[in-house]
């Protein structure tokens, strides 16, 4: 008996130790929702957003909310837990997940040219720069463009209709006109030439477009719909959509803009909402989606857990693992605006930090975490070392990284 009651009494305490280690190492803890409530404030109270939202889950609790400020600052509107914004191109690792999908059922090899599965594309070109006479100079590939070359930003699609020679084309062809079909889209990106070669730099673009151009020809469905079948409705993310219906509008946030110093000025809704506010024939990969605070975390949710909640499988473990590694090469050294968000390589759509902080200017974060951010300066990422998701929802334009920094040092604490 005594022997019984020792084993027990070992027991217990070591559950107890246990129960305070997972304490002890808990990043939201008192002092982290101080931080972060003092610092969505301050966000407010400098000017820096009209209304800001943030929600954080560890080891599968919500363990932090707040919102504050205005979604409709004109009209008193508060920002909520409910309120939809637009989440931009946090829209690009839902269009990831549904081709991995389809690679999960053998649709495709990532090292597949998409000339194997697009043939009627036609032949791409490259841009290197004007002859002596003023000619332009187009040249093959040095090999053919593969899927993973659109799953990492390495295509050398254009996106500056500003560039020599090859911006003129991009603004005549207008791949992104609302009016078009994502068929429509793929073939007038093809007719404009690369801006470098595949596999040379990473340089974000289209790329993703293209990818919801694959999931379509692949999966032989709409890629509304068959996000809406295979990712959205299984998890219950009902508010992530395109187009925001009208009984929905009131919980809609308006956009904002400043530029450097001076306040911010309401984009008109007319300009900022027309996407989601009017039907259109383009689907984006890219960008496009609506979404709310609980809507966004089901799906990091769904990544922290391997591709798996609440019963409902949408990827394989692996295959997660495989989108959350680095798929740049040391060799590719142009990486556009990369480097700013940190000690960052690229995955399958999501930046990967492959290394932790340099100094206390750099975004803070664990090594092995991936995210992505939005236009209006939204955020997300997945922390699986701690089991942690966060997502954070302001409208503010332009994209304003400093928001980003300072909500990472609130989580974490500063370095």
């Not at 798996?308 to 060799?331: D, F, Y």
Request: with cysteine.
């Amino acid at each position: 008996m005594s022997r019984l009651i020792y084993i027990v009494v070992s027991f217990t305490l070591a559950l107890t130790a246990c129960s305070t280690n997972q304490k002890e190492n808990q990043i939201i803890d008192e002092t982290a929702t101080a931080r972060l409530d003092s610092t969505l404030q301050s966000f407010l109270e400098t000017g820096a957003v009209a209304g800001v939202s943030a929600l954080i889950y560890e080891d599968g609790e919500e363990v932090y909310f707040n919102a504050e400020g205005y979604a409709d600052r004109e009209n008193e509107v508060q920002m909520a837990r409910n309120t939809i914004v637009q989440i931009f191109s946090m829209t690009k690792p839902i269009t990831g997940v549904a081709l991995m999908q389809l690679y999960e059922d053998g649709a495709f090899e990532l090292d597949d040219p998409i000339s194997m599965y697009a043939p009627d594309l036609g032949e791409l070109t490259v841009y290197e720069g004007m002859d002596e006479k003023g000619n332009p100079i187009l040249v093959e590939p040095n090999r053919e463009l593969t899927i993973r070359d659109l799953t990492r930003h390495t295509a050398g699609f254009a996106n500056d209709p500003n560039a020599e020679y090859v911006g003129p084309i991009l603004a005549e062809k207008n791949p992104m006109n609302r009016e078009h079909t994502l068929g429509e889209f793929a073939d007038r990106l093809w007719d404009i030439p690369l801006v470098f070669h595949p596999g040379e730099q990473w340089y974000y673009g289209m790329s993703v477009d293209m990818q919801a151009f694959m999931v379509e020809l692949f999966s032989g469905v709409p890629f509304d719909e068959y996000v809406w079948r295979n990712i959205l409705n299984p998890l219950g993310m009902d508010q992530t959509r395109y187009f925001v219906p009208e009984s929905d509008r009131d919980r809609f946030a308006a956009v904002y803009s400043s530029a450097e110093g001076d306040s911010l000025q309401r984009v008109p809704d007319e300009q900022a909402l027309s996407f989601n506010t009017n039907t259109w024939a383009l689907t984006p990969g890219g960008w496009g989606y609506t979404s709310t605070l609980d809507d966004y975390m089901k799906f990091t949710q769904m990544l922290v857990n391997e591709g798996e909640l609440n019963g409902t499988r949408i990827l394989e473990p692996e295959t997660v693992e495989l989108m959350a590694t680095n798929q740049l090469s040391e060799e590719v050294t142009e990486r556009h605006f990369l480097p700013s968000k940190g000690q960052v390589g690229f995955g399958i759509d999501f930046a990967v930090r492959v290394r932790p902080p340099q100094s206390p200017e750099e975004n803070n974060g664990v090594v092995g975490e991936f995210f992505w951010d939005g236009l209006a300066s939204t955020l997300f990422w997945v922390d699986p070392e701690n089991e942690l998701t966060a997502v954070f929802f302001t409208q503010k334009l332009p994209f304003d990284g400093s928001l980003h920094k300072e909500f990472r040092d609130a989580v974490y604490g500063p370095l």
